[in-house]
């Protein structure tokens, strides 16, 4: 045989017995990848935790808003697996936890091999989420107690002569709820949402506008940028865990104050407290010391405000 037909014989002989490997490419035999890239559940509260241990065993941990109700079927807004991988569920389906917060999905890969995933929720919620009854505003201010010129005001209200007189004083406040929804939490553990304020049944928000009247003058101060801690409607509020304090955003407002239970507080050495019968915002307020009359109103609730409560019972869970 010539020597280049037998050359040519042993390529094609070569050639077919030569695998397909484009065909082992397309059947994805090599893809054993059975991973759960992303999860989200609707109401859960922050990013899920995903890992796999030394055993290739996989593990998904998340918050879940426990206010948002049943717990125990979880809808599953978004899925995300490795590629060519499938699961027994999808996005829009139930998946059912047991007493334990803890739920099981097998995801297989394109070749047929299966890793189950334990997949685990932590309840969450936060005090502040529900509605709140606004019921008193409360003041302490006065820049020299040593003098007798401090003075603490457990409602605003009572002094109405301090105040406009059409009804938009500190009492306009008392009918308003605050409304908390819980949206989600940071890495760092800090609670956030929304919070309505919502003006009650009167349809009025306290515009804050002091009364000066020393000589029948009757002189209009505005101090909306001292008692307009919250914001009015819609806005937005955000604990700080380390701090333990609460930022409140809305519009032109924002404020950073403290949430507070129940109890007497020591204001200053001269005999001034508050005694609170529920929880409260509390603001710190910064004196100018400017000195005008320290035994008026003006005084106290003008210049020398020091400290500012809104004070609130809950009437409603999320």
């Known amino acids: 045989m010539n020597k280049y037909l037998l050359y040519t014989y042993c390529l094609l002989l070569l050639a077919g017995c030569k695998r397909d490997i484009m065909q082992d490419v397309r059947d994805q035999q090599w893809n054993h990848e059975r991973a759960i890239i992303d999860i989200v559940f609707e109401n859960q509260v922050g990013t899920a935790t995903i890992q796999r241990d030394e055993q290739n065993e996989g593990s998904v941990s ?87 010129g401090s003075a603490a005001y457990p409602d605003m209200a009572e002094r109405a002569w301090n105040w406009k007189q059409d009804g938009t004083g500190p009492a306009a406040e008392y009918d308003n709820t605050l409304t908390f929804t819980l949206e989600g939490i940071t890495e760092e553990g800090d609670a956030y949402g929304k919070v309505i304020n919502h003006a009650g049944p009167d349809e009025r928000y306290a515009d804050f506008i002091f009364i000066d009247d020393p000589d029948g003058a009757r002189t209009p101060i505005d101090v909306n940028s001292k008692y307009r801690q919250i914001p009015v409607g819609e806005g937005t509020w955000k604990r700080n865990s380390r701090q333990g304090t609460v930022t409140f955003s809305g519009g032109s407002t924002v404020s950073t104050g403290r949430f507070v239970g129940s109890g007497t507080e020591k204001l200053d050495d001269y005999n001034n407290q508050l005694t609170l019968p529920d929880h409260a915002f509390v603001f710190e307020l910064t004196p100018s010391y400017v000195w005008i009359d320290i035994y008026k109103d003006r005084e106290r609730f003008v210049e020398n405000a020091k400290k500012y409560w809104v004070q609130v019972t809950k009437v409603a869970d999320q």
């Open 62 to 148: 998340f918050m879940y808003n426990a206010t948002a109700g049943d717990a125990n079927r979880l809808i599953i807004k978004s899925l995300e697996l490795s590629y060519g991988a499938q699961s027994e569920v999808s996005e829009g389906d139930e998946l059912i936890f047991d007493g334990n917060h803890t739920a099981q999905l097998e995801v297989t890969s394109k070749s047929g091999k299966t890793r189950m995933w334990t997949i685990q929720y932590v309840p969450f919620t936060d005090e502040l989420v529900g509605t709140w009854q606004i019921t008193t505003l409360s003041v302490y201010g006065g820049a020299w107690p040593e003098y007798g």
